[in-house]
């Protein structure tokens, strides 16, 4: 029996409801610490510790009052992109058969999790975000415990979700097992888009690995997603840093 066929358009890979409470959960901290930026004081939280005090103090500056909104702005860009890479990677290049009678549920897992992901990723990060806020301005003291208290929810939702879909998605990956045996199911990229022999590079290939493992230095979505990953510790480690 023939696999269902995949989702071809990236848009109806999307769920509308989860882009409306990423947007909601990501953007609102950014406007309030805009609006209450001239309160906060001259001294502001950098990093808690686990029982939610202030570990380190740093200059209130742009860099210091926005830091976790921007680590979730670009955490949100890493998912959003690698979502789209597994997509591309899935339905790129319709002419490869693919031995994979769950290609298209292992997709739609993939999907789902990228987008739990992002969720509770802007959830947690909106919390820290505004701690800035509540831990600088004197009348926000008592909001300190409800950051607290949603960062640490979202964060143990966030790893109780990533277990059930990698069961899932292992699960599926072992039914598939030996079903490409015997077949030619990765095949081999063009050796006329081979740099050195070993380089993939072919801007018409949506696809981000030739191989599973060779990079297509041609698609320029797999350089965004390398600027975002070494932004990421910059912005997580900055006032250490700097």
Not at 81 to 105: E, F, I, Y
Not at 113 to 120: A, G, M, P, S
Not at 232 to 238: A, H, N
Request: overall charge neutral.
């Amino acid at each position: 029996m023939s696999p269902p066929p995949p989702v071809h358009s990236f848009r109806l890979f999307t769920n509308l409801a989860f882009e409306i409470v990423v947007v909601i959960f990501t953007l609102v901290p950014i406007i309030l610490l805009v609006y209450f930026y001239s309160e906060i004081p001259e001294r502001v939280p950098e990093y808690l510790n686990l029982r939610g005090d202030v570990e380190i103090w740093g200059s209130k500056s742009f860099f210091t009052a926005f830091r976790i909104p921007l680590m979730a702005l670009d955490l949100q860009a890493l998912c959003l992109l690698a979502k789209l890479g597994a997509w591309q990677q899935s339905v790129g290049q319709p002419d490869r058969t693919d031995p994979s009678p769950n290609r298209d549920q292992t997709l739609k897992l993939t999907g789902s999790l990228f987008d739990w992901f992002r969720v509770f990723i802007a959830i947690k990060l909106g919390a820290s975000s505004l701690e800035v806020i509540f831990y600088s301005v004197a009348r926000f003291h008592y909001l300190t415990t409800l950051t607290r208290v949603t960062s640490w929810l979202s964060s143990i939702l966030g790893v109780a979700v990533a277990i059930y879909f990698g069961y899932r998605l292992l699960r599926l990956e072992r039914k598939s097992k030996g079903v490409a045996v015997g077949s030619d199911a990765h095949e081999k990229p063009d050796r006329d888009n081979l740099v050195d022999g070993f380089c993939y590079y072919n801007p018409n290939d949506p696809t981000w690995f030739a191989d599973n493992y060779r990079p297509n230095l041609g698609n320029k979505w797999l350089y965004v997603f390398g600027m975002c990953l070494l932004l990421l510790p910059l912005l997580m480690f900055g006032p250490m840093l700097f």
